[in-house]
């Protein structure tokens, strides 16, 4: 099974009602999957005429309160924003996958991480968050998938599971189990199901009165704040006696494992974190290992996009510095242990900018 | 003293934004009555547009929500595929429906969606102050068509209900207006047929378009804007049944 196809597998043991979806590689195969199982599962499968439509399916079917999800790839995501923004404003659950791909424009169809700033900074346009999980592994996909329905019905938002296309044509040996609702999820009072012995619900975004839409973005603020206190997620290897630490998710934090290994063979201490939330991002966990004579090397496949996160978090307290590769690269073992040893040359006779 | 007349429950007890002489009050109302006549309060959701009536879960005491722009038909896709039991509508104007929102309200048809569309036709874009839609007629002055509107190069009246009828996913759609009395009880007929289709599992979409007046941006008293319907809009907009697919068996 690939990591596609895992994912929609799990989709379905989380509970998922309806799947809203339109073809594009390198996604295909969740699509594919989900018209054949969801029926056999009696549930909801439609193939929109648009990226536009589906998110607004998932839209509608998220505002009755079912489990609902979409799935496609970076251009397709980036006609999603219309309809995130406003899953933001009214606050409705819903999961999106993006099984990224090189860009801008076109782009190609290989796998890359290009669409980080989008998925971590909102996207659409307004004031709001999504959480953002960035699974390394198939079988982290697999439980990416049903942490993303809890977190998306326990604080009424959109998680976004972030993965490319090497993690979504991958095959790899998991275990699937049945991940059925939390069971300390708040109820779903706010879903229209026709006014039936109460008073009528109402799903909206659109908040005209004087400073009535700056209570909901105060409100949002507190939320993204308890979430980011809460929800932040990331993985530490070998960063106490760290002489350089390096910081990358997804499919590149497997090339970094292994190169970081290396290193240490050789001689060089060197450790990795790997954020699995990019929002909220782990800057506590960034911050707390800044050392002034120890760099942070950056190894992702875009051109400087965590970079910035990671700088806002050692806020200059660490020289930082970037692998990156872009349009379907995908950096070795050997570039990264390359640029480890650049790196430290360079921090030794301190010329490294910060 | 015996009731003659009262307000239907399901219309709130509140006056509404619209201006002096909108459409949409009337087609609220018709709404809410067929909503109280066929006893579907408990189980129907509406769907407000991105335009003047998207505050119309002020006025409708029912389930609502308010959706982005030409976007109406994809959300109840969403809603009546996950509830089948429920009636969905969308209520959406000609800009929402008719330029913005064309390829969801197309493939909703197309796929057959069971759902009720309420099309409101004003020939123009009210809530942002009166610019030219897709259904504005040749000749009208409009915010950004100031010299009246030319086919050529902002093409024609766009027919939509004539484009959808000939759709198989399609199970009924009539043009109506709100231009008088008799011409107001029958659109109510329309909206009740239309939901009755939805109730009854008819395959296919039901659309009840109707010819609506907007005297503010059609600079016209009220009962000038009434008249202009029956005069001018009609002409381009033929009224009647298009088609009624469970009427031919």
Not at chain 1, 70 to 82: A, F, I, K, R
Not at chain 2, 22 to 39: K, N
Not at chain 2, 75 to 87: E, H, I, L, S
Request: charged fraction near 20%.
């Amino acid at each position: 099974m690939c990591g596609n196809e895992a994912l929609a597998e799990a989709a379905i043991r989380a509970g998922l009602d309806a799947y809203f979806g339109y073809p594009i590689t390198p996604q295909n195969e969740i699509t594919a999957y989900l018209a054949k199982r969801m029926p056999e599962e009696g549930r909801v499968f439609v193939q929109s005429e648009s990226e536009l439509a589906a998110i607004n399916m998932v839209f509608g079917a998220a505002a009755t309160g079912k489990r609902t999800m979409t799935s496609s790839s970076s251009p397709g995501v980036s006609l999603m924003q219309e309809g995130l923004s406003y899953l933001a404003g009214a606050e409705l659950p819903s999961v999106v996958v993006n099984v990224m791909r090189g860009g801008p424009g076109l782009g190609n169809i290989a796998p890359a991480q290009a669409d980080y700033f989008q998925s971590t900074r909102g996207g659409g346009h307004g004031d709001y968050r999504t959480i953002v999980l960035a699974p390394s592994t198939v079988q982290e996909i697999v439980d990416s998938t049903g942490l993303a329905f809890d977190l998306a019905d326990m604080y009424r938002m959109t998680v976004l599971i972030l993965i490319d296309g090497i993690l979504g044509q991958m095959m790899e040996p998991i275990v699937m189990k049945d991940a059925p609702p939390r069971k300390d999820l708040p109820a779903k009072d706010w879903a229209l199901t026709g006014a039936r012995g109460r008073n009528q619900n109402i799903v909206r975004s659109l908040w005209l009165g004087e400073g009535v839409l700056e209570q909901l973005n105060e409100h949002l603020k507190q939320k993204y704040a308890e979430i980011t206190e809460k929800e932040t997620r990331c993985y530490c290897h070998q960063i106490e006696d760290a002489e350089i630490i390096l910081v990358s998710y997804g499919v590149c934090a497997r090339v970094v494992r292994s190169a970081v290994d290396k290193a240490r063979q050789n001689g060089i201490k060197a450790g990795w974190i790997r954020p699995f939330t990019l929002w909220p991002f782990p800057s506590k966990t960034i911050a707390e290992a800044a050392k002034p004579d120890v760099p942070f090397l950056v190894v992702e496949m875009s051109m400087g996009q965590m970079l910035e996160d990671v700088q806002l978090s050692l806020m200059g307290k660490a020289p930082t510095c970037l692998l990156g590769r872009a349009g379907g690269g995908v950096p070795t073992v050997e570039q990264v242990l390359k640029k480890i040893e650049q790196t430290l040359d360079k921090t030794n006779n301190s010329t490294l900018k910060t | 003293m015996k009731t003659v007349f009262s307000k239907t429950p399901t219309l709130k007890e509140c006056s509404t934004h619209y201006c002096p002489g909108c459409g949409h009050g009337i087609a609220h109302r018709l709404l809410a009555e067929v909503i109280d006549e066929l006893d579907i309060r408990d189980k129907t959701i509406g769907i407000a547009p991105v335009g003047c009536a998207v505050l119309a879960y002020e006025y409708l005491d029912i389930d609502m929500i308010e959706v982005a722009h030409g976007r109406a038909p994809a959300v109840a896709t969403g809603m009546k595929r996950t509830n089948p039991d429920k009636v969905i509508f969308s209520y959406q104007g000609d800009g929402d429906l008719a330029a913005i929102g064309t390829a969801e309200i197309m493939h909703a048809a197309h796929r057959g969606e069971r759902i009720t569309v309420i099309f409101i036709n004003n020939a123009i874009f009210g809530m942002t102050g009166g610019q030219m839609a897709p259904t504005t007629m040749l000749g009208q002055v409009t915010a950004t068509s100031p010299e009246g509107r030319q086919a050529d190069g902002t093409g024609y009246p766009m027919q939509i209900s004539e484009m959808l009828s000939i759709m198989p996913g399609v199970c009924y759609v009539e043009r109506c207006a709100i231009s008088g009395i008799a011409a107001i009880r029958n659109t109510k007929r329309a909206i009740k047929h239309a939901v009755e289709l939805q109730m009854t599992n008819q395959p296919g979409l039901s659309l009840v378009e109707i010819l609506s007046p907007c005297p503010t941006y059609w600079r016209m008293k009220p009962a000038n804007a009434m008249k202009w319907i029956e005069d001018e809009m009609v002409k381009v907009f033929p009224l009647g049944k298009i088609k009624d697919a469970a009427a031919k068996k």
